[in-house]
């Protein structure tokens, strides 16, 4: 009788391997990188090298001393990524220390603590960012503007990010803020204030289209979320606004497009199956719009995604029929 061996997602074919996808996404996001870094200057940079080094060490000291593997899984570039989301998911003015520990919850809590990857039920990056979110809500939520490349690490002249004008004027109807919007061209090229992944959706969307045509991964999940916020953001346009403004805000600013290419994609905490990806999708999109439109927080995208992985267990037994099986009673 032969024997198979199975092993944990992500489940790799074709020649390829962890780690070269890997570093496909990362190259994916060195664009919008770039841009951050000439917004934010040496807090963009300082941000991410302090995410990825504390991602690194604590995967290998966890790895070394506590699980005692032989195999280092730090080769793989998984903690290099998780890294590098986490810090996109950042005010570039962040305090170090705070980042350290967004990266240790993120790697020790997030991945570690499942038996690292391939076996993790929720995304990483955001499970770090979350904590961080919840317990140092002050320091998350004070969005540096951008002042160009020169601009020192703890100095960044701060402000409220699109977003939150947005929110404002969905509960109160209040117009008198849309002067505070920056014009959509400057939305999409990165001229505005918020995280690092947050500044330039042209960026983070070349990107993304180069990991779906070099079949890193699909357009399921991408596609169904930004049609989801469009189609409720186009029934839900507040009162006064136009349409297609609105849409366009929605869609541009956030980390909607950060979240839709680059997060809501990982392969081992979104479904196997294009149906249960496109539902995984939907399901970010709506609670993405309720909790922007009626939520305590003007971005919701982090617990969208966090609340989807918990569903994947259930949308991966979407699956056709094999032929010949016959259906439960």
């Known amino acids: 009788m032969k024997n198979y061996i199975t092993t944990p997602a992500p489940h790799v074919h074709s020649g390829d391997s962890v780690r070269r996808n890997m570093l496909l996404v990362i190259l994916a996001l060195l664009p919008a990188y770039a841009v951050s870094v000439y917004e934010f200057g040496w807090g963009a940079l300082i941000t991410a090298v302090i995410s990825v080094a504390a991602c690194v060490g604590a995967e290998w000291l966890i790895s070394r001393f ?10 793989d570039l998984s903690a290099v990524l998780t890294g590098l989301l986490l810090a996109f998911n950042l005010p570039s003015s962040i305090d170090w220390w705070i980042v350290v520990i967004g990266a240790l919850v993120a790697i020790g809590v ?19 960012r979350v904590f961080l979110l919840i317990s140092f809500p002050a320091q998350m939520t004070t969005w540096p503007l951008p002042q160009g ?79 989801t916020v469009a189609l409720f953001a186009w029934i839900g346009t507040p009162a006064g ?59 919701g995208m982090s617990f969208a995604i966090l609340i989807m992985n918990a569903c994947v267990p259930l949308l991966n037994k979407l699956r056709p029929r094999r032929f010949g099986e016959k259906k439960k009673a």
């Open 110 to 128: 997030g991945k570690m603590t499942y038996g690292g990857i391939g076996q993790n039920l929720f995304n990483p990056a955001l499970v770090g």
């Open 66 to 75: 506590i699980l005692k593997e032989e195999k280092q899984s730090i080769g």
């Open 149 to 227: 490349f020169n601009t020192a690490y703890v100095d960044a002249q701060t402000g409220a990010t699109p977003l939150y004008y947005l929110k404002h004027i969905a509960k109160t109807g209040d117009l008198s803020v849309l002067n505070q919007l920056p014009e959509l061209k400057d939305a999409l090229l990165g001229a505005m204030g918020g995280s690092l992944g947050e500044v330039c959706a042209l960026a983070l969307i070349i990107g993304g289209l180069f990991l779906i045509c070099t079949r890193v991964i699909t357009w399921h999940i991408p596609v169904s979320i930004i049609a």
């Open 241 to 299: 606004m136009d349409s297609c403004s609105y849409v366009g805000y929605e869609l541009l600013t956030g980390g909607l497009m950060l979240g839709a290419f680059f997060m809501a994609t990982d392969y081992v905490t979104s479904p196997m199956t294009a149906w249960g990806k496109i539902i995984f999708g939907i399901g970010i999109g709506l609670i993405v719009m309720v909790i922007r439109t009626w939520g305590a927080y003007p971005e």
